[in-house]
């Protein structure tokens, strides 16, 4: 009981120094993106009401929504059944060896599996390029694609990604399922909810990436606009750019 413990208070003061982001850099193959958890852990509930009639977002009030419209884009059907089915044929023969963990070091995620892959086969390679040349006009995509495998019953608990490793604009291209992703500002009332559809883009910059924690709802917490979101096995395919200056120490 002790020792789990004080395992725990280690894991956390690690996370919280940025120490575990530096040791966790070095492991190469793995992803380096390390966390900031909120100190949300539960389901917020929150009436959604329609305050922003858009199709895919949902905002549980007007303000939230004004805040964050231009820092969440969302791009449905960025890449065809065909293409989708390209990514997952250069990528299934690596990832099938993995093993998904449900017990991570800093509790992000749960049910999952990730690697980074720089080098990517000729059409793989133009829709990587398609991708970065939509997010990061100004900035300089990292190399390296972060590919986030998620068990259908895996999910992803509140956080923001490390500052000190990834910049201003994150997207992902989401395989294989559609989720809900929830954004939660970190010391204020305030929540959106986006719709990501299977084969759709995300963007999230800004206000929307730094302030607000994001997460991946699990299967059965999956509900948008009163609906059910069947959650699948979902494939992340998430491309950062370099961090800004000021937060490179
Ligand atoms: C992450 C993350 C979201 C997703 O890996 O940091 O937030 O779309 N992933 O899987
Ligand atoms: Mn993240």
């Known amino acids: 009981m002790m020792i789990t413990k004080n395992i725990n208070i280690i894991r956390n003061t690690l996370a919280w120094s940025g120490l575990l982001q530096k040791c966790y850099k070095n492991i190469g ?14 389901v917020a509930s929150f009436e959604s009401v329609d305050h922003c009639q858009h199709p895919y977002i949902t905002a549980s009030d007007k303000e939230t929504f004004e805040a964050l419209k231009n820092d969440v884009i969302l791009y449905e059907d960025f890449i065809t059944v065909e293409e989708e089915q390209a990514i997952l044929k250069e ?78 604009a994150i997207a992902g291209l989401c395989l294989l399922s559609s989720a809900v992703m929830r954004l939660r500002h970190e010391t204020k009332p305030g929540i959106l909810d986006l719709l990501l559809k299977r084969r759709g883009l995300y963007i999230i910059k800004d206000a929307a990436r730094y302030d607000y924690t994001h997460e991946v709802l699990k299967s059965d917490e999956s509900h948008f606009k009163g609906e059910e979101v069947t959650r699948e096995r979902r494939v992340a395919i998430i491309c950062r750019s370099e961090p800004r200056p000021q937060d490179i120490h």
């Open 29 to 42: 193959n793995h992803a380096k993106f390390s966390y900031k958890i909120s100190q949300y852990s539960s």
């Open 91 to 168: 990528i299934e023969p690596y990832m099938r060896r993995l093993r998904y963990e449900y017990d991570h070091w800093d509790g992000a995620i749960h049910g999952f599996r990730e690697t980074e892959r720089k080098e990517w086969n000729d059409v793989n390679s133009a829709i990587i390029q398609r991708i970065k040349k939509k997010v990061f006009q100004d900035a300089t995509p990292l190399e390296h694609v972060h590919i986030i495998d998620v068990a259908k019953d895996g999910y992803i608990k509140p956080h923001i990604d490390a500052v000190r490793f990834c910049g201003s």
